[in-house]
């Protein structure tokens, strides 16, 4: 069955950087996008980009544009989200989820990783 | 970017209750959009893409409409696993954008 496993929780002071991994298994990794999205306490999703497992190639949302890199290592059948100058406002659970066709929906989600920034 | 307007922001309904939920794009998205349920602690849960299609698994009971910048999910009677939060997808153009969301509350 297709699952997404994630890292695990972190603690960051503010300016540091964070690395959050989902790990694919139950299908073949390069055949599907890899999407980041957030969500805040009490808050609604926010889509952060996506990353082409083959290519590599990325797509960020403007917001997060200079301050996110995703990348993945396909011997591994593994994504990483890594977002930097962290502030508070960045605390929220991160969650990466499958998408392509049809419609580039996200059917498989990981189970989120809580990311606190506070000093 | 293309922005997803959701209303309401919340409702409440009771068990059996018909319950709509709309979405509006800023610009037309084809029939680009998907809807996702949410509830508290989990993931987001697909339920509808391309706008009226139905996820494997997901009960009948909720159905999707809409094309151009307007969409609706129904769900024809409300169950009591379905109180969650909705929230709408465009997929239209590759930066993606969700909606504010809908919590489905009891009544």
């Known amino acids: 069955q297709v699952q997404l496993v994630q890292s695990g929780a972190e603690v960051k002071k503010p300016g540091a950087s964070v690395k959050v991994s989902c790990k694919a298994s139950g299908y073949t990794f390069t055949n599907y996008d890899i999407n980041w999205v957030r969500q805040a306490t009490g808050q609604g999703l926010e889509w952060m980009g996506w990353?082409?497992?083959?290519?590599?190639?990325?797509n960020y949302a403007q917001k997060f544009q200079g301050r996110v890199t995703m990348t993945r290592n396909t011997s591994v059948s593994t994504a990483y989200m890594e977002l930097s100058s962290l502030r508070s406002e960045d605390t929220a659970i991160y969650y990466c989820a499958r998408g392509g066709s049809p419609a580039s929906a996200f059917d498989f989600w990981g189970q989120g990783a809580l990311v606190t920034v506070s000093s | 970017d293309i922005q997803m307007t959701q209303s309401p922001s919340s409702l409440s309904a009771s068990v059996g209750d018909r319950v709509t939920i709309t979405c509006r794009a800023s610009q037309t998205i084809s029939t680009y959009l998907n809807w996702y349920q949410q509830k508290p602690g989990k993931a987001p849960k697909l339920l509808i893409y391309a706008a009226s299609s139905l996820q494997g698994g997901v009960p009948s009971r909720f159905t999707g409409s809409g094309s151009g910048t307007d969409f609706t999910l129904t769900i024809s009677s409300l169950q009591p696993e379905d109180f969650a939060t909705y929230y709408c997808?465009?997929?239209?153009?590759?930066?993606?954008?969700f909606g504010g969301g809908t919590k489905v509350e009891i009544k």
């Open positions: 997808q465009q997929s239209f153009m590759t930066r993606f954008t």
């Open positions: 990353m082409n497992p083959i290519s590599g190639n990325t």
